[in-house]
């Protein structure tokens, strides 16, 4: 029987619900330093989350609303500035502890680490920004946790696309077969898939509640604990309102058979 060896985590949405609250804000808020009247409202930043990356975020808005933006010669050079001030925003909200991790997430980190099992980051974000996520909701232990982070330009083709996933992969030695993904929209479900992996979306949000998710092998409102249990969305495999490693075992193994 196939052996599960790794976790691959997904960070933004996954890990913490970051996008409406933390990225939206930042992005505003690196607009605004540089003299731009550009709002991103909660609504528009949903349909912009089609576009992974934030410098590819904003170029699309600048392609599609502002094509002509006054005394900017060198685009790449303005969106990099106006992104570094983006991070440096969004790590300050994260240092502030303004953003906690989602329910069950640091107790299934835990469960893996006990039974010996490898952890992995496979995001699109920044990686300061996933550093600032985890040393100030967990702790500056918990980069030792994960054996690889596996983050944003480090691949040029961010998800959908699955090159993350292989590049977290490669580093840990590890084939598709050894690994599960945990994810929260379509195009990290579709990343984590194309590159073989069986991934489960633990949680769906505002953003995330109306896509497809047909390719998952249990979709979940939430990771879950034990005194607040999460609700199964799809997935025929026992559930009793916590994922736990069992429970990913269990998936594991059946997709392998
Ligand atoms: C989510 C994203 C990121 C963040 C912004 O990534 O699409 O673009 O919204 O991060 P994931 P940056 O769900 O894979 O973690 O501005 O640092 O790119
Ligand atoms: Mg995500």
Known sequence: MRQLKALLFDVDGTL???????????FNQA????????????????????????KERIRHYIDRWHPLIPDVEDLDAFIAGLHREKTRHYTAALERGGIPLRPGVLRVIEEARAAGLMLGIATT????????????????????WFAVLAAGDVVPAKKPAPDIYTYAMDRLGLEPADCAALE????????????GIDTVVVTVNGYTANQDF???????????????????????????????????RRLHARSGS
């Open 31 to 54: 607009f605004r330093d540089a003299g731009l009247d550009w709002d991103w409202s909660a609504q528009l930043y949903g349909e912009l989350l089609a576009v992974t990356g934030g």
């Open 16 to 26: 913490a619900d970051t996008e409406r609250d933390g990225h939206r804000v930042a």
């Open 125 to 144: 974000t920044t990686p300061a920004n996933v550093i600032a996520l985890l040393t100030h909701a967990i702790g500056p232990e918990a980069m030792e």
């Open 214 to 248: 047909r390719q998952a092998v249990l979709v979940l409102d939430g990771l879950g604990e034990p005194h607040a249990p999460s609700r199964r969305l799809s997935g025929a495999v026992d559930f009793d309102g916590c994922l736990d490693l069992p429970t990913l």
């Open 184 to 195: 929260d929209s379509a195009h990290g479900l579709h990343a984590a898939h194309d590159a």
